[in-house]
């Protein structure tokens, strides 16, 4: 399974089966996409004619950092008929589709497919859960994953109140944060998820 980069307390250079194996890793905030593509044959017959089709299952598994399941599964379906046998022989030749065709028909819903991913995550709304290190709030993500200087963070628990963070320094994978409230510990909010609100122009 996938694990959080930051689960593993052996170095990958003297663990064994990450040498030989590879060690799959996804840090917080980041995405894991696994294409997976299934080819089935089938046959069918009727009275006259023998129908032989391929069909493509494309599908895109996406795990978000930190999980060990896949939460998002995208797929699409080509089927394409690859000839008829028929009493008639000519007619049986010409019924078959060029490489080409096959080819073309195959990875047609590719672009579509990956467009569909793309909005899928990008609609999703940035979290991550609090920690402190030397009396500053941070989260394990930052502007390699789509968080802007100007976002707001929000502490929204049912059964605590609302609390307001704003972004105090913005690193490529680590972001400090700054509780609007100056008298609020920073200790009281280990531990509790935040979300990110973006105010565009």
Known sequence: PYQSAGDFSLPSSF???AITEGRRSVDQGDFAVIPVLEILHRKSNT?????EEAIAILRLKVLEGGAETADLDLHETVVMPLGTEGPIRSLSVLSRPRRAD??????????????????AINCRTLKSTLRIDQGE??????????????????LDDPAKPVQFLSIARLEPSRTVLAPL??????????????????FKP
């Open 15 to 17: 663990d064994y089966k």
């Open 47 to 51: 009275a006259l004619f023998k129908k």
């Open 102 to 119: 096959v080819t073309a028909r195959f990875l047609a819903p590719i672009p579509p497919l990956v467009d569909r991913l793309t909005k």
């Open 137 to 154: 709030l941070f989260i394990p993500i930052g502007s390699n994953q789509g968080l802007r200087v100007d976002a707001m963070g929000v």
């Open 181 to 198: 409230d100056p008298y609020l510990p920073a200790s009281s909010l280990v531990g509790r998820t935040i979300e990110f609100l973006e």
